[in-house]
C-alpha cells in the first residue's frame, strides 16, 4: 500500500529524491514519515508531515538538507535529500500514521509502511 522508490548510490555532498505513493485500499492518514535504519543500528526518525496542514518536522540531524513534502492529489509524500554525507547512508521507509499523536517521531506510531529503499553515500 505504500511504495517507496528514488533510492541509490550518490557521492557526499549529492542529492537524491525519494517517493511514497500510497495506493490499493484507501486509508485515513492523518501523518507520513521518513525513518531510516542503518546496519546495526535502530530504525530512527527522519522527517514527518501531516496530512492536514502541511507542518513538517526534520530530525536535527538532517534539518536544513532534508525537505519533507506531499502531493495529496497524487497521495504521494516526497523526501528531497540535498547535501548528503556518508552517515544518511541507510535504508528508508515512509510510514502512515492513521491516527493523529504528537510523538510523530516514534517508529510505533505508525500503522503502515513501505518496504524500504536503500540510500547509499560514498565518501
Known amino acids: 500500500q505504500l511504495q517507496a522508490s528514488g533510492g541509490g548510490l550518490v557521492q557526499a555532498g549529492g542529492s537524491l529524491s525519494l517517493s511514497c505513493a500510497a495506493s490499493?485500499?484507501?486509508?485515513?492518514?492523518?501523518?507520513m514519515g521518513w525513518f531510516r535504519q542503518a546496519p546495526g543500528k535502530e530504525r530512527e526518525f527522519v522527517a514527518a508531515?501531516?496530512?492536514?496542514?502541511?507542518?513538517?518536522y526534520h530530525a536535527s540531524s538532517v534539518k536544513g538538507r532534508f525537505t519533507i513534502s506531499r502531493d495529496s492529489a497524487k497521495n504521494t509524500v516526497y523526501l528531497q535529500m540535498n547535501s548528503l554525507k556518508p552517515e544518511d547512508t541507510a535504508v528508508y521507509y515512509c510510514?502512515?500514521?492513521?491516527?493523529?499523536?504528537?510523538?510523530?517521531?516514534?517508529?510505533?506510531?505508525?500503522?503502515?509502511w513501505g518496504q524500504g529503499t536503500q540510500v547509499t553515500v560514498s565518501s
Open positions: 490499493g485500499r484507501t486509508f485515513t492518514t492523518y501523518t
Open positions: 510510514a502512515a500514521d492513521t491516527s493523529y499523536s504528537p510523538a510523530y517521531y516514534r517508529v510505533e506510531r505508525y500503522d503502515y
Open positions: 508531515i501531516r496530512w492536514s496542514g502541511g507542518n513538517t
